[in-house]
């Protein structure tokens, strides 16, 4: 089993709505959005671990928890990177400057929208090398060229001279998030949060981007957190897959066992409208009806009981612990 890099434990992230002055002054009850209430995973060393779900279900908000970049008030639980506490003492204050900067070294991100995540206003070069100023990691003006032209090149930009002096605008989508990579690639990282990364992309693009993820993996040693509406991708791409729903993970274990054999009703519905290679062969399939619920009031028990095709009485009442099914896989499900 390959060594841990990441543990997160009862991760929790409250959002506290806003109240208008007459509600502060008669002392009603503080509402929250509970975007993650409660989830726990791990990632190991080298592994590509798939957050799958609906849009709205705590996938993003997860992947930025976990690099702090949210608000230290709104976070509650254990994030440990690499035997590192995160989010450190009883007050879950943030890590020391010299703590994060380390912990930013070995932590990167890739956003979905390579259009955004650019500054226009910046070169190829400029973007790329910004990490190596702000760590001051360049011992020279040659060394920080050569080592952007070896990331450039490391995410399939090439030859890299080529691009160092353009602009976002004058690249195409899947070069974007070349640059993107490239600029997350630079510092050296050992794990990198990849939230959406071709869903922006033509699907042309998209198999070019996920196989230099992969290659980079293997060669590397990168271990991902991989957040996707697709649970396709998930198939292809993830050692492990966890199944989140309005800010539970509802099922998780190894990916291949999770997508083949589901046992929650959500990840039985997500599978069932995959696109299949025989769309006609008349397989009967599970279509949820309706919207998820509001996540500041959050129905009684089971969360996903309004919209299940198969609930039980006490799923309205009893919320589900998430449980051992076998080694490695465990399920939230008062069925199973």
Request: overall charge positive; proline content about 7%.
């Amino acid at each position: 089993m390959a060594p841990e890099i990441l543990r997160v434990e009862e991760l929790k992230v409250y959002y506290p709505l806003r109240s208008g002055f007459l509600q502060g002054k008669s002392g009603a009850v503080k509402k929250v959005v509970r975007a993650v209430d409660g989830i726990s995973f791990s990632i190991g060393e080298g592994e590509v671990f798939a957050l799958v779900g609906e849009s709205g279900c705590g996938k993003t908000t997860t992947g930025k928890a976990v690099l702090n970049l949210l608000e230290p008030d709104c976070v509650s639980g254990k994030i440990e990177f690499m035997g590192q506490d995160l989010l450190l003492n009883s007050l879950r204050q943030h890590a020391t400057t010299t703590e994060m900067k380390q912990f930013r070294r070995r932590a990167q991100m890739i956003f979905q929208d390579p259009y955004q995540s650019l500054n226009p206003r910046e070169t190829v070069y400029d973007i790329v090398s910004e990490p190596l100023a702000i760590h001051r990691l360049a011992r020279s003006k040659a060394d920080r060229r050569e080592r952007v032209a070896a990331s450039l090149e490391d995410a399939g930009l090439k030859p890299a001279l080529d691009f160092l002096e353009r602009y976002p605008h004058e690249l195409s989508g899947g070069q974007r998030q070349r640059v993107a990579i490239a600029a997350a690639l630079i510092m050296e990282p050992r794990f990198l949060v990849a939230d959406e990364p071709v869903s922006m992309l033509d699907v042309s693009v998209r198999a070019d981007i996920l196989k230099l993820m992969i290659s980079l993996r293997d060669r590397y040693r990168i271990s991902y957190l991989f957040i996707t509406h697709d649970l396709a991708l998930a198939w292809v791409l993830a050692d492990h897959a966890a199944i989140m729903y309005l800010g539970k993970i509802v099922e998780v274990g190894p990916a291949e066992e999770v997508i083949q054999k589901p046992r929650h009703p959500y990840s039985q519905a997500l599978v069932e409208v995959m696109p299949q290679p025989e769309p006609r062969a008349g397989r009967a399939r599970t279509i949820l009806r309706g919207e998820a619920p509001n996540p500041v009031q959050m129905p009684s028990g089971c969360r996903f009981h309004p919209r299940c095709p198969i609930p039980l009485p006490r799923c309205k009442e009893e919320e589900p612990a998430l449980l051992e099914l076998e080694s490695g896989r465990r399920a939230a499900c008062w069925r199973l």
